[in-house]
């Protein structure tokens, strides 16, 4: 397992948008091959940015494989989507997190 993350900064005018279309963007990313789960969260900045809000998606994928192959097969037409829609309006960083160790609370 590994986590795929995507950190987005998006104009405040067409951030309603945005997350309307990432809603969409990420069940379609959860269909294909490989993906497990998803977590899309809203960064509650420091201080307050009039002109951008933060988002970060978080997707749990099987294996490095299965990312690798999104990358090849699928990543460029779906990133083509956001940039139809959003050009010019968002700014996106991706990162891979592999896991080192997983830790529980103790009951």
């Not at 950190?7 to 969409?24: F, H, K, P, Q, S």
């Not at 037409?77 to 592999?98: D, P, T």
Request: net charge negative; charged share 25%; glycine share 2%.
């Amino acid at each position: 397992m590994l986590v795929y993350e995507v950190n987005i900064t998006v104009r405040n005018a067409v951030a309603e948008a945005y997350r309307a279309w990432l809603g969409d963007h990420v069940r379609e990313l959860l269909t294909l091959p490989g993906f497990l789960s998803a977590e899309v969260f809203v960064v509650e900045p420091e201080q307050d940015d009039a002109e951008h809000q933060q988002m970060v998606v978080a997707y749990r994928l099987e294996s490095h494989n299965c990312l690798t192959r999104y990358l090849r097969e699928f990543a460029p037409a779906m990133r083509a989507k956001a940039l139809e829609r959003f050009a010019g309006q968002f700014e996106i960083q991706r990162r891979v997190l592999a896991p080192l160790v997983e830790m529980l609370r103790a009951e």
